[in-house]
């Protein structure tokens, strides 16, 4: 491993890094991806170190991923919901994490829907923060365990033509993939109905299509995201079978596919609207190893932030 030193006391999105640290962290999962592989998977890495899971919107793979990687990491951990919390009784986001701070915890995990709530925690704890996932802003951690897995499969980023199709105007992962993959040198194109992947994001330093077929055909990596239509405030298409129809990978679109592409997707999917199950569970398809990969990613995220936090 490189001689880079991690200075960072938070996570909070894949924005403020540069591109040394995306890999010296990648670097770091490739070493705790190792521990799992062996027959104990523990490591004292964060013996003493209390860590608090703030989930405030429903998840299954980061909540979990973040739990056992704690676990594997050896710290303390408690789990804490909106809904259990004294938040249903009036009190604020800022009193409940500051209360939670004077019980002496190391680091918060936390899910929100609100975007910039995790950056409004770090600012004012001496905990480190992990953005888990904030509204519609940031998701660094999704974003970091698909790096890693497209790394793991082709080798490299630099180069590599990358298409995220779909719901980019509601989707956090969008938004943490192309800083991530802009900032290690790959070509990024987002593919959408207008509406939902608006030329804007051209300022950036991305491509904007709206033919799935036209941005797929020379991709390496094709990452389908999730329509999400708890964030939808209106119809951004006129029905869920002509989305499926124009922006769905199916056995019909995937046909423009290069036959090494590999076929990416956040979870949860909507089988056969965004993507058909069939190539969700097919031979291209790297969704599970993501899942894999987001254990040594948070694993790596919490023993880095954990060693400049101020407690
Ligand atoms: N990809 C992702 O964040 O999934 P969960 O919402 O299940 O955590």
Redesign the pocket.
Known sequence: MSAFQWTRKDLLSLYDLEAEEISFILDTAAEFKKVSARQVKKVPALRGKTVVNFFFE??????VSFELAEQRLSADIVNVTASTSSLTKGETLLDTVRNIEALNVDLLVMRHPVPGAANFVAERVGASVVNA?DGAHS?PT?ALLDLFTIREHKGRIKGLKVAIVGDIMHSR?ARSNLWGLLKLGAEVTLVGPSTLAPKEFEDVGVKVCHNLEEAICDADVVNMLRIQRERQESGFFPSTGEYARFFGLNSHTARFLKKDALIMH???INRDVELSSELADGERSVILEQVTNGLAVRMAVLFLVAGCNKN
């Open positions: 429903p998840s299954t793979r980061t909540r996932g998701h999704q992962v956040p979870g949860p």
